[in-house]
């Protein structure tokens, strides 16, 4: 059973618009949710996470809305660049734990 | 080193064969990951080092599937008896400590195995 959901599996924004991913997770003992970006051939890196005490956390660009009650998180990017193109993973763990579930991905491409 | 390191990049073997993957963590890291990620999937978590120790294998599919890390530092992801269902890329990642809330995981570029 897939602990976490992630759609869609790919995303096509123009330059400057908004890329939306949503994830969603069952596991109510989940309280720490992170993001990771991956280019192709590289291992994921951390974009930006968020604990579930606050509803939203933003990082430059990039903003994480979380909703508790729906057990639902999603990833905004702000004027999305040609270099943003890359595919996302939502993920999901308790906080004092180690082992992280991952969604499906998201392949993002920004077209210039 | 500045990053986490995998080798080989790529690696391609025969059904039956015996492969073993080398993760070398960022210097210092405690803690030390194995995941799995198949096409078109996000990775999916085989293990987790504290030091020397396992402290969650609770991800490693079968009885093929085994790894060390006798140092604490470099650790080796052994398959046996390869299976065409075990082609994947194989990542590795460090952290600080281990704790997921507190630390980040540092993930290296892979190994892409393909089993044959």
């Known amino acids: 059973q897939q602990q976490v959901k992630q759609s869609p599996q790919s995303l096509i924004v123009q330059k400057g618009g908004i890329s939306i991913i949503n994830c969603a997770y069952e596991?109510?003992?989940?309280?720490?949710f992170p993001w990771y970006q991956q280019f192709p051939g590289k291992g994921p890196a951390l974009l930006i996470a968020i604990r579930p005490d606050v509803s939203e956390k933003k990082e430059g660009r990039f903003t994480i809305s979380f909703n508790k009650s729906a057990k639902q998180f999603s990833l905004h990017i702000m004027d999305s660049q040609p270099g943003d193109s890359a595919t996302y993973f939502c993920?999901?763990?308790?906080?004092?734990?180690?082992?992280?579930?991952f969604g499906s991905g998201t392949k993002l491409n920004v077209k210039p | 080193g500045a990053g986490v390191s995998q080798t080989p990049s790529n690696k391609v073997t025969e059904k039956g064969k015996y492969v073993e993957l080398r993760c070398d963590p960022i210097?210092?890291?405690?803690?030390l990951y194995w995941y799995r990620q198949s096409l078109g999937q996000g990775p999916e978590f085989l293990i987790y080092f504290q030091g020397t120790g396992a402290a969650d294998d609770s991800g490693l599919p079968n009885d093929r599937f085994f790894a060390v890390r006798p140092e604490g530092s470099v650790s080796t992801l052994k398959i046996q008896r390869t299976e065409r269902g075990d082609s994947a890329v194989y990542l590795c990642?460090?952290?600080?400590?281990?704790?997921?809330?507190?630390?980040?995981?540092?993930f290296g570029p892979g190994t892409r195995l393909t089993v044959l």
């Open positions: 596991n109510t003992a989940f309280d720490y």
């Open positions: 990642a460090s952290s600080s400590s281990g704790l997921a809330g507190t630390d980040t995981q540092y």
């Open positions: 210097s210092g890291h405690t803690a």
């Open positions: 993920a999901a763990s308790t906080y004092n734990f180690n082992k992280f579930y």
